[in-house]
């Protein structure tokens, strides 16, 4: 996660020297200064500075990883990688469930927006579940 972690590090201190940058090319500007685009460069460096964080910690925590070190060969990040699911209609109703619930409110159409929500219920039932009866239980 070291390589992860820099790769965030540069990008963070790319938009800590642009932000600053941005706001003053735009306050030339008659409306003194672009908020907009300064307040999502100041959000983005955030983010990143979090993401940072995040990864410099864990890397820390870690044992090295096969890619993290210098002489590290394919072969030694050989083996099982995880569980992987295998394809799922679930999430496909799920999306549309809240689809239909999004639409519904903006619509102001409450009834729509219950049925929805039932039905957006079983969907998430039904993805939590997939895994505990049928072909691919475990």
């Known amino acids: 996660m070291k390589a992860e972690a820099w790769m965030f590090v540069a990008c963070t201190v790319f938009l800590v020297l642009v932000t600053p940058t941005y706001w003053f090319v735009t306050a030339g500007s008659e409306h003194g200064g672009d908020w907009t685009?300064?307040?999502a460069l100041v959000m983005c460096t955030l983010l990143l500075a979090m993401i940072s964080a995040y990864l410099g910690?864990?890397?820390?925590?870690?044992?090295?990883?096969p890619e993290d070190r210098k002489d590290g060969e394919i072969a030694d990040g050989a083996g099982e990688l995880g569980f992987f699911p295998p394809f799922s209609w679930w999430p496909l109703?799920?999306?549309?469930?809240l689809t239909t619930i999004t639409f519904s409110l903006a619509m102001a159409a409450w009834w729509l927006a219950i049925i929805g929500?039932?039905?957006?219920?079983?969907?998430l039932c039904g993805w939590i579940f997939e895994y505990?009866?049928?072909e691919f239980s475990h």
């Open 132 to 134: 505990y009866r049928g």
């Open 93 to 97: 109703w799920a999306a549309l469930c």
């Open 37 to 39: 685009g300064t307040s």
């Open 57 to 65: 910690f864990h890397a820390r925590q870690m044992d090295d990883r």
């Open 117 to 123: 929500g039932v039905v957006g219920a079983i969907a």
